[in-house]
């Protein structure tokens, strides 16, 4: 098991780019890091949380959610043992809670498939 954290987001114009990053705490070590798979969920009031992408355990492949696709891009260093999530061209829409979470092996959909995650960083869109 992970504890993760996000740090990042914020507050942010319509249009700007803004990064979120995911690490796991102190007592986790590269070679546990790299059996976890680690995605990216958001949740934004009133709706249910949603998949945004996930990067499998060498980075070498991204899955994204069309709703985002082309505009949000993850990227792994497991050296660093941290994973990013760099959103362009932000949209009020894409205001939320950011999440991310582990799981050892594959990249899942579901939140449920996941049983570690961070406490979530907001990110809020202006015009």
């Known amino acids: 098991q992970m504890q993760l954290q996000e740090s990042g987001g914020g507050l942010v114009k319509a249009g700007d780019s803004v990064r979120i990053s995911c690490a796991p705490s102190?007592?986790?070590?590269?070679?546990?890091?790299?059996?976890?798979?680690v995605a990216w969920f958001r949740q934004a009031p009133g709706k249910e949380r949603e998949f945004i992408g996930g990067?499998?355990?060498?980075?070498?492949?991204?899955k994204y959610a069309d709703s985002v696709k082309g505009r949000f891009t993850i990227s792994r260093d497991n050296a660093a043992m941290t994973v990013h999530l760099q959103m362009a061209n932000v949209e009020l829409e894409d205001t939320a809670t950011y999440f991310c979470?582990?799981?050892?092996?594959?990249?899942?959909?579901?939140?449920?498939?996941?049983?570690?995650w961070g406490q979530g960083t907001q990110v809020t869109v202006s015009t």
């Open positions: 990067v499998n355990l060498n980075g070498a492949y991204v």
């Open positions: 979470a582990a799981r050892a092996g594959l990249i899942r959909t579901l939140p449920s498939d996941y049983d570690d």
């Open positions: 102190e007592h986790t070590t590269e070679r546990i890091f790299t059996r976890y798979a």
